[in-house]
């Protein structure tokens, strides 16, 4: 399943509507009782108990908050059953504490569902970026680094970047390989020394 950058909502469909609809759409053969069910648990899953009759909203209608309807795309995308979600930027529009929440949810999705979830996510704040298992960075076109999070610390010290005590890693990485912020021979020099940990 893949959840776009931007939300693709109907305004004027609730929380719990949204759902009934998915599962309609993505699971037909469930009956009225398992549906309602599965809604159920969707709802309170992704923390939306307490929004499952407000609308989505949008610039005219009011509703959801930005998070919230986060929160509902990634249900949505649920409803199919993937074993791979893919999401294109779950983090941006909302606030850093919503960000926290939402990655600790797709953790906790992860681990307990069997779900592979991709992120692409340009710049993680330190809280985010602890929850991640693996992390791949990209510089111009190619892979910079492919391995555990917790490992790349390790992995740019070793090829004399270490990042600052207190720093947080990831910004430290991502204006290490970027051309626009680092000098370019070190930035093809980082992508050049690529390994995988």
């Not at 549906?35 to 992704?46: K, P, T």
């Amino acid at each position: 399943a893949y959840v776009q950058q931007f939300d693709t909502l109907w305004a004027s469909l609730s929380v719990h509507d949204h759902l009934v609809y998915a599962m309609d759409l993505y699971q037909p053969g469930l009956d009225a009782k398992a549906r309602a069910a599965a809604v159920a648990r969707l709802i309170s899953e992704v923390g939306l108990e307490e929004s499952r009759h407000t609308r989505a909203g949008n610039e005219f209608q009011r509703g959801l908050s930005g998070g919230n309807k986060r929160r509902l795309s990634i249900a949505v995308a649920l409803a199919k059953q993937p074993s791979i979600l893919f999401l294109d930027e779950p983090t941006s529009g909302v606030d850093s504490a919503s960000a926290v929440m939402i990655m600790s949810f797709l953790a906790r999705m992860a681990a307990s569902s069997d779900l592979a979830a991709v992120c692409t996510i340009h710049q993680p704040p330190a809280s985010v970026f602890a929850g991640f298992d693996n992390a791949m960075i990209l510089s111009m076109g190619r892979v910079a680094y492919f391995g555990k999070a917790a490992a790349m610390g390790t992995y740019f010290a070793s090829i004399d970047a270490p990042p600052p005590a207190g720093t947080n890693l990831a910004e430290f990485v991502l204006d290490l390989v970027n051309k626009d912020f680092a000098d370019v021979d070190g930035v093809e020099r980082t992508r050049c020394r690529y390994t995988k940990w």
